[in-house]
């Protein structure tokens, strides 16, 4: 079975562009979750889609969104970005908000210029 | 917000040593979880083990879990160089849904 997929894995930006984030999850899984890693704050939840809901959002901007589609797939977008928005950003899969282990994704690196 | 603290930030040992990390938390929870990452790629799922459990093994990991004192231990034992890595806890807090809590994590450097 594959492992979750993430795309792209690298991206530069330069601040004030948007950018959108790809995030297929392990077959039959619904549930993905979304999280941003950096230096200074560590791993931070975004927020969590089920059956193309928002369940759970963490707390972060209003420029930090999400959505899943039907397929499950789900893509995060950050628009007017900053600087401190540089960092490692994870996708995690599950079968159903109610499972334990979360499945990872190899991230993708946002440079921000 | 991060939900507790990881002891220590850093560790190094040497090969077949055994290597202790500690994490602390803050709220009751559902579970906690052991992830390992290695430099800046997923985080690799380790071990859960169930907020009614004390101890749970798996290979050579062992977790123990203490929810009077909120805290759990993670060790790994007869260590290896491709053990280098970081290592993260992460609490499943009641009523949070499916959203993980990360602590700092340990920075695990093995030498051989």
């Known amino acids: 079975k594959a492992g979750v997929t993430q795309t792209p894995r690298y991206l530069i930006k330069t601040r004030g562009q948007q950018v959108t984030l790809s995030c297929s999850p392990i077959?039959?899984?619904?549930?993905v979750s979304w999280y941003q890693q950096t230096p200074g704050q560590g791993l931070q939840f975004l927020f969590e889609y089920f059956s193309e809901t928002q369940r759970n959002k963490g707390n972060f901007p209003g420029r930090f969104s999400g959505r899943q589609f039907s397929n499950s797939r789900s893509e995060m977008n950050v628009s007017t970005l900053e600087l401190g928005d540089s960092a490692l950003y994870l996708c995690?899969?599950?079968?159903?908000?109610?499972?334990?282990?979360?499945?990872f994704g190899p991230g993708t690196r946002l440079t921000v210029l | 917000s991060q939900q507790g603290e990881e002891d220590p930030q850093a560790l190094s040992i040497q090969e077949g040593e055994n290597a202790t990390m500690n994490c602390s938390y803050k709220?009751?929870?559902?579970?906690l979880q052991w992830y390992r990452q290695n430099s800046g790629r997923g985080l690799v799922h380790l071990i859960l083990?169930?907020?009614?459990?004390r101890e749970k093994h798996s290979g050579r990991l062992r977790v123990t879990l203490d929810t009077s004192k909120k805290s759990s231990s993670l060790l790994i034992t007869a260590s290896r160089a491709a053990d280098t890595a970081s290592y993260f806890c992460?609490?499943?807090?009641?009523?949070?849904?499916?959203?993980?809590?990360f602590g700092q994590g340990t920075e695990l450097s093995v030498k051989p």
């Open positions: 995690a899969s599950s079968r159903d908000p109610t499972s334990d282990t979360q499945y």
């Open positions: 709220t009751s929870i559902n579970n």
């Open positions: 077959s039959g899984h619904r549930s």
């Open positions: 992460a609490t499943d807090a009641r009523n949070q849904g499916g959203k993980l809590i």
């Open positions: 083990i169930r907020s009614n459990e």
